[in-house]
């Protein structure tokens, strides 16, 4: 789930490994979910995304878990390379079509060659 | 297409000076946000707007004021800076058929 606080939870993955981020949501009205990862100076930048309806979605090495029964959201990454290293985030929209996402706290991963 | 810019970079403003933070897209987007990022948190959203000539409050709005007189531009505007208006702040846009927000680079405020 998310943490509180000034320091990011941190995982930290040996290179090749699959690292798996969670992330706890408060709202059952929320439709959908983003993940996004934002690397040291620069802006967040979208990873995928999956609805409400949905349990499961998978991208490019890439896949998001949905269990709503506990409000809980999980990314897999696949093979995690050194590029991977940022800060994740996820986003839930309560805001319908207005796009009012509300973040998580963000987990920091980190790659060990 | 440079996507979304956001000017200046970085800032320096002395408590109760203002300024406005620029931001522009290019891709037509009909979605614009400001988002505040303090170190170690997540991002919050400042204004949002779905279109010219509209725009609405987010989470975090008091002490800044927008405007979206074109598609393009979305300027955010500090009157009284403060100290806890430190953070860094981004420009995102997006269309109404995509959840995805493009990101501009940030500006990094400080308020001393």
């Known amino acids: 789930g998310e943490s509180v606080g000034l320091h990011l939870p941190t995982l930290s993955v040996q290179e090749g490994d699959n690292s798996i981020i969670n992330c706890a949501y408060s709202n059952s009205a929320s439709d959908y979910f983003i993940w996004y990862k934002q690397e040291s100076g620069k802006g967040p930048q979208f990873i995928i995304d999956i609805r409400s309806n949905m349990d499961k979605r998978q991208g490019q090495r890439v896949t998001v878990l949905l269990n709503k029964t506990v409000k809980h959201l999980s990314l897999q990454i696949a093979a995690t390379q050194p590029g991977d290293s940022a800060v994740y985030f996820c986003?839930?929209?309560?805001?319908?079509?207005?796009?009012?996402?509300?973040w998580g706290l963000g987990t920091s991963l980190a790659v060990n060659p | 297409n440079a996507g979304v810019t956001q000017t200046p970079k970085f800032r320096i403003l002395k408590i109760g000076q203002s300024m406005t933070l620029q931001c522009t897209q290019d891709?037509?987007?009909?979605?614009m946000y400001w988002y505040r990022q303090d170190p170690g948190m997540g991002l919050k959203l400042i204004y949002y707007s779905v279109g010219a000539g509209i725009t609405d409050k987010g989470e975090v709005p008091n002490g800044y004021n927008v405007s979206r007189s074109t598609t393009e531009d979305f300027p955010l505007r500090l009157e009284l800076a403060a100290p806890s208006q430190t953070s860094v702040y981004f420009c995102?846009?997006?269309?109404?058929?995509?959840?995805?927000?493009?990101f501009g680079q940030g500006t990094r405020l400080t308020v001393v």
């Open positions: 995102a846009s997006s269309n109404q058929l995509s959840t995805e927000a493009f």
């Open positions: 986003a839930e929209n309560r805001g319908g079509n207005n796009r009012k996402l509300i």
């Open positions: 891709m037509n987007h009909n979605y």
